[in-house]
């Protein structure tokens, strides 16, 4: 083999590199902050390398599902290094496989540079639902699972997640948690979803809300009392209502928006934006907590009014993008380009940015 595996994501995770690819008849590829990087210095990989690397991962069983439905999503731990996420598929009659870096510990609110106050508070509910949405890397993933941790180091719960695949690895601390994988553990998330609620528990944690029989799943559950968490993915919290809504038939939208009017606790949306000094990324957050307000436009169907909810709720502890990234640019954390570059309303936030900037000559 042309490369020593073990050896380069050793190093990925030490110069924090979240994402590695590999792919016949080239070098690898790292996503470095937010940016995709050649690491140049490497020889290219044949295909035989690259399907050596893949089998290594994979174990006889996993092996045999890539081979039936040509793809597989999988986690596996290096010892002493890291856990890590491993997508591999095929691409041009060979293989291809992408691994990213899962952190070893679970982390505070504080640490992971989120807003902690608001999320502590939707920590305390005990029914409902609470989804955690972004894009793909966004760092959704992680967040839920750090606010499981919360959960579980302060109530006295039993918690049952369904994941696809497990990532983080939780021990008991205040609760008992229960981890199943989908395709280890149970057939699928909705085969799962059916049983769940005669194992007893609090907390139910969906790894993906995916299709509309998962959608279901999570609502129904909240519904009778359980508090449960998943991820969606979307880009931000009105765009998480449409994507739910409009999965469902026309004749069944209206039901649905009735029931997340009565379930629906909060949505945390999230960004990762390069910082200033290109060292690394910060969260920019969008919540949403649902309060008479935002359940009054849900039910009205006035999803664009939801918005201007979330822009003057800080009372309720809620905030917009645009108001996170001003944040982050006021702390001098991220360049004024990057924040109206991720920004809901760009030129909105660009007039917000050129105003502090012209109070802060006029100052000097």
């Given at each position: ?8 994501l ?86 291809g496989?992408?691994l ?15 807003p ?5 508070k ?75 609620l ?6 139910i ?29 979307t ?5 998480t ?14 039901q ?6 009565n379930?629906?606790k909060?949505?945390v ?15 920019a957050t ?18 664009s ?60």
């Open positions: 083999m042309a490369i020593d595996v073990k050896s380069l050793k190093l990925m995770v030490q110069k924090e590199i979240s994402d590695i690819h590999f792919k016949a008849e080239s070098v690898p590829a790292l996503r470095l902050h937010g940016s995709m990087v050649l690491a140049a210095n490497l020889q290219k990989l044949s295909g035989e390398d690259v399907k050596a690397i893949a089998y290594q991962l994979m174990n006889d069983e996993q092996a045999k599902q890539f081979e039936r439905d040509l793809e597989l999503d999988m986690a596996f731990s290096l010892d002493g290094i890291s856990r890590f996420r491993v997508n591999i598929f095929r691409q041009r009659r060979t293989i496989l992408t990213r870096v899962i952190p070893n510990k679970l982390r505070t609110f504080e640490e992971l540079n989120l902690a106050e608001p999320l502590k939707l920590g305390m509910e005990s029914r409902g639902l609470i989804l955690f949405a972004g894009v793909t890397g966004a760092g959704k993933t992680t967040t839920l699972n750090n606010f499981v941790h919360f959960i579980n180091s302060t109530y006295p719960y039993r918690i049952i997640s369904v994941e696809d695949p497990i990532e983080f690895y939780h021990s008991d601390i205040k609760s008992t948690i229960v981890q199943r994988e989908v395709g280890a553990d149970t057939k699928s998330f909705g085969e799962a979803l059916r049983h769940i005669r194992q007893d528990p609090d907390v944690v969906i790894g993906e809300m995916r299709d509309i029989e998962t959608m279901h799943a999570a609502i129904s559950a909240a519904e009778t009392g359980h508090l449960v968490l998943s991820t969606i993915h880009m931000d919290a009105v765009q209502f449409d994507r739910i809504i409009d999965a469902h038939p026309a004749h069944q939208q209206g649905v928006r009735q029931q997340l009017a379930c629906l909060g949505i949306a999230q960004r990762l934006i390069p910082s200033k000094d290109g060292k690394g990324r910060y969260p969008e919540i949403l907590i649902n309060n008479s307000m935002v359940r009054t436009q849900l039910l009205e169907g006035k999803l009014e939801v918005y201007k909810v979330m822009d003057k709720g800080a009372y309720y502890g809620m905030h917009t993008f645009d108001q996170d990234l001003l944040r982050l640019y006021q702390e001098g954390k991220i360049d004024p380009k990057i924040a109206i570059d991720n920004s809901t309303t760009p030129q909105d936030l660009a007039l917000k940015i050129q105003g502090l900037s012209t109070s802060a000559g006029a100052a000097a």
